[in-house]
């Protein structure tokens, strides 16, 4: 070969398909981060699968507005999700969302069984932890987190139980 054209061309045509060192080293870097990315991405959706999704607190109602053994319907989280604010006999408030977990139907309370009570198929959940008690419903009730701040009755999340299987 022309000792000029070598000079100034070193590379054989054979070699030009080789990853240089500084393609490898960017491929290498873009590599990394793509994994460091995805990394965070893993550790963020197990942090929202612990601790449930985030909801934006809602006021509820003052606690002047519901008297003990009565409850109050809500909406939350979202506008059209029915719930209900019960404040039990010894003056507690709990929260529940409304649909029955067999086919929707909106649930009552019963304050003299202390039962949130289906009548679609006569299904009922506890009023304490939001089990179910009898009938069709295939889980628990989701409960709906509180907090009493001051005069005011804030939803701030929702208690998502295990399936039974
Ligand atoms: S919808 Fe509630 S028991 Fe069937």
Redesign the pocket.
């Known amino acids: 070969m022309d000792t000029k054209l070598t000079s100034n061309f070193p590379v054989d045509w054979e070699d030009d398909n080789y990853v240089t060192r500084r393609e490898f080293l960017k491929f290498g870097t873009l590599a990394s981060g793509a994994f460091a990315v995805g990394s965070m991405g893993l550790a963020a959706w197990s942090t929202v699968k612990e601790r449930g999704p985030s909801f934006e607190p809602t006021l509820i109602a003052l606690t002047s507005d519901i008297e003990p053994g009565t409850a109050l319907p809500f909406n939350f989280p979202r506008a059209t999700d029915l719930a209900l604010l019960i404040q039990k006999p010894d003056k507690n408030y709990v929260a529940y969302a409304r649909r ?1 977990t ?4 909106p ?1 009552v309370y019963e304050v003299k069984n202390s039962r949130l009570f ?1 009548p ?4 009922a959940f506890s009023v304490e932890d939001g089990s179910v008690l009898q ?3 295939p889980h628990p009730i989701p409960q709906i987190e509180i907090e009493i701040r001051g005069e005011e009755i804030w939803a701030i999340g929702i208690k998502f139980h295990e399936a039974h299987s």
């Open positions: 029955c067999h086919l929707s139907c649930v289906c679609c198929h006569n299904g009938g069709p419903p």
